[in-house]
């Protein structure tokens, strides 16, 4: 119940000229104080917002718009303000998770049995639906039946491997969510 004046008093200093300023930074100087502090780059867009990733015995604590970089000043978009979560979320799933057709419950997978799933399915896909030539006698060896989404948090190096593969086997569907 203590805290429920706090908000009134709280206006009040504030709306007598009193500065919080230097509380706010003290605040944020104990929050880090002890954390290790790593540039890195927001994974989600092209843009590249430059941020600091602080840890403290190798665990992200916080992660942080940087003030020195001259894209973002320190601002992230609601996407970049997000970046903790995708680290650090008990919500996040950590195992392949597999719901059979028709089946009401999700099914644990190991990692090797998934991606043996995806390709023999992707294997299936392209063998039914390949076309080596247009009917005016064209050659364009692609497939029309499957499409690539890359995700944003991909970084440039995953993408240009995926690009390869995908067109490797003929597809011609390619897009990045970053772009969408």
Known sequence: MGGAGGAPALTGLIA???SLAPTVARAQALRIRDAKTTPSVCPYCSV???????????????????PRSPHNEGCLCPKGAAI???????N????????????ADWEVWDLE???NRVAALVKKTRDETFVETLPNGKLVNMTPAIFSLGG?????????????????????AIENQARI
């Open 113 to 115: 049995r998934a991606m």
């Open 84 to 90: 903790f979560q995708l680290h650090v979320n008990p």
């Open 48 to 66: 590249g917002c430059a941020t600091l990733v602080h840890t403290v015995e190798g665990k992200i604590v916080n992660i942080e718009g940087d």
């Open 152 to 172: 944003a948090t991909l970084e440039i190096e995953f993408n240009h491997l995926q690009q390869k593969l995908m067109r490797g086997l003929g597809i011609v």
């Open 92 to 103: 996040r799933p950590t195992q392949v998770l597999h719901r059979a057709p028709g089946a």
């Open 16 to 18: 007598s000229g009193v």
